[in-house]
């Protein structure tokens, strides 16, 4: 069964200082790791798709990497139009229905 | 950006009424799926579609029904609401020809207070 567990739970940064997000996962087979930002009351918006170890993706003030059991999310200069819960979610081969795993997330507050 | 629409945004019904609630998408996307999410927790996957008439279970789906007539369109219906199914409910779809895999894309979501 495939399994996603993301840390911290909730983080507070100040406006500028620099932090990483954690995605540990275990699948049967990755075929891609997703990050999406969800804001309070709307669905998840997409950010990121990641299919092999060593993969990095950039959008504006993120970065995200993947190793064969973790995704990082690295935010770099955080403002506060940045505040969301970040989820992490896996697709593996296992079963064939290709439905991805969601982790709990990790909400980021940054303060100005 | 994503083109999946749900209605309505918001509802506050009594408990026992039948409510559907309805999920469209304008990007020919094969799969779609609906999920339920509480404050903190995961999604939890209750239904899910490869196609016109094909259906699927997933975790939650055992109080719901839905329904796949044409490709855009994906219903959820609960017969018989209760004041347990007071939730979020998120629709999602995804291109399942999309190389190397497919990515969900998920709507504004469905929030369901029963009284």
């Known amino acids: 069964e495939d399994q996603v567990t993301q840390s911290p739970e909730a983080l507070r940064l100040q406006e500028g200082e620099s932090s990483s997000l954690n995605c540990s996962y275990t699948v049967s087979g990755l075929r891609g790791l997703f990050w999406y930002r969800q804001d309070p009351g709307k669905g998840p918006e997409f950010l990121f798709t990641l299919y092999s170890a060593g993969e990095e993706k950039e959008k504006e003030r993120l970065k995200a990497t993947l190793t064969k059991k973790e995704s990082f999310l690295h935010i770099t200069a955080p403002k506060p139009e940045d505040s969301a819960t970040y989820l992490c979610?896996?697709?593996?081969?296992?079963?064939?229905?290709?439905?991805?795993?969601f982790g709990r997330g990790t909400s980021l507050i940054v303060h100005p | 950006e994503a083109d999946i629409y749900q209605t309505p945004r918001y509802l506050v019904i009594g408990t026992g009424k039948k409510i559907t609630l309805e999920c469209s998408q304008t990007?020919?996307?094969?799969?779609m799926y609906w999920y339920q999410q509480d404050p903190g927790m995961e999604l939890h996957l209750i239904h899910y579609s490869y196609g016109v008439n094909s259906t699927e279970k997933g975790d939650l789906s055992s109080e719901s029904t839905v329904s796949r007539i044409r490709t855009e369109h994906f219903p959820l219906t609960l017969e018989s609401a209760r004041p347990s199914h007071t939730s979020q409910y998120l629709c999602?779809?995804?291109?399942?020809?999309?190389?190397?895999?497919?990515?969900?894309?998920f709507g504004p979501g469905t929030r369901l207070t029963v009284l």
């Open positions: 979610a896996v697709q593996g081969a296992s079963g064939g229905s290709y439905i991805p795993t």
């Open positions: 999602a779809s995804s291109d399942p020809a999309a190389e190397p895999t497919d990515t969900q894309y």
């Open positions: 990007m020919g996307h094969d799969k």
